[in-house]
């Protein structure tokens, strides 16, 4: 285990170095002036020597590169300031360091992505094993006609229905909003119930579906019959040995859910007014801020390949057929 996880992290560093070198080269190439785009359409050519200076746009670009690699890891001086580490540059709009503008957009998006994970997984495997275990029944029809509706709607589609019922028309909720945990628990947990509810119910019809896939394929293994031919307690059976088996194609999509949605989810802090990672990175390659989208980019990335490593660590601790080396 220990030689797997120094592997993939060796691995990881090589693969973010490629990705920062990659992003760098392919925004740093384009014939644009950035210091004309940090200024403005009408700045004067000495305002815009000064930004160049500051922003160390008159380098080579070699050494732009270099300064942004070791940044990362060491920090990084501009002429305003010193930018601790991890360095990500300095947004070319708010003038802002980028990693100060993502980690405070990052706490909404951590709590929407969570809380609506707990939800829809809750309610999404629960109804699945129960469909499962009533196979053939009228339970498991009706379980499996709802996910098939509810798995067709579309954030952008259900969020503002409900929001037109429960905000707009009866007034019932308020508008969704943040407000951190550590400040108003419950102001945190009102602001962001419609958006989980809306984000649950299009999870949990997923979810549902594949756990009860999963779960008949399992019961059909060969393993599981020799558990019951065996005389075991068909409730043992199914939680010991068929829903330990189901978890392995569930943990996947899980970790790729989770990593899109900590990366930013666009679509749902667009549906509900939400300033996130997702509307940063959108409003930052909307206005051409370069170094706030490759921060953002590179972030998403670093998320995506440390859940792939938990992911993989997991599935030895699931079914212990598998096995890291």
């Not at 709590?111 to 009228?138: E, M, N, P, Q, Y």
């Not at 962001?192 to 549902?208: G, R, S």
């Not at 005389?231 to 829903?243: P, S």
């Amino acid at each position: 285990m220990l030689q797997f996880l120094i592997r993939r992290l060796i691995g990881a560093v090589v693969i973010m170095f490629l990705i920062g070198a990659f992003t760098f080269f392919l925004f740093y190439t384009i014939p644009q002036d950035f210091a004309q785009l940090s200024c403005g359409k009408n700045c004067s050519p000495e305002n815009i020597a000064v930004i160049r200076e500051n922003l160390g746009l008159d380098k080579p670009i070699t050494t732009q590169f270099w300064d942004f690699m070791s940044g990362i890891v060491v920090g990084r001086d501009f002429a305003v300031g010193h930018c601790s580490a991890p360095c990500l540059g300095m947004s070319f709009q708010s003038g802002d360091f980028v990693w100060d503008s993502i980690t405070d957009s990052f706490p909404l998006t951590l709590s929407l992505t969570l809380g609506g994970l707990v939800i829809f997984l809750v309610l999404g495997l629960g109804s699945g094993l129960l469909a499962a275990w009533k196979r053939g029944t009228a339970v498991d029809k009706a379980v499996s006609g709802a996910s098939m509706v509810l798995s067709s709607f579309q954030i952008y589609f259900l969020g503002p229905i409900v929001l037109g019922i429960f905000v707009y028309s009866t007034g019932w909720m308020e508008s969704p909003k943040y407000v951190p945990f550590t400040e108003d628990p419950a102001g945190w947990f009102m602001g962001l119930l419609i958006p989980w509810a809306v984000m649950a119910t299009i999870f949990t019809a997923q979810y549902t579906r594949m756990a009860r896939s999963t779960m008949i394929e399992q019961l059909s293994e060969e393993h599981v019959r020799t558990a019951r031919a065996k005389g075991m307690k068909q409730r043992y059976v199914f939680f010991r040995y068929a829903w330990r088996g189901s978890l392995i194609p569930i943990v996947t999509i899980i970790g790729m859910d989770l990593s899109a949605l900590l990366s930013g989810a666009v679509v749902t802090e667009f549906t509900f007014d939400l300033a996130g990672i997702g509307r940063l990175a959108v409003e930052s390659s909307v206005g051409k801020d370069i170094p706030l989208t490759m921060g953002v980019m590179l972030f998403g990335a670093f998320f995506i390949l440390m859940l792939n490593i938990i992911v993989d660590i997991a599935y030895a601790y699931i079914d212990p057929r598998v096995r890291l080396s």
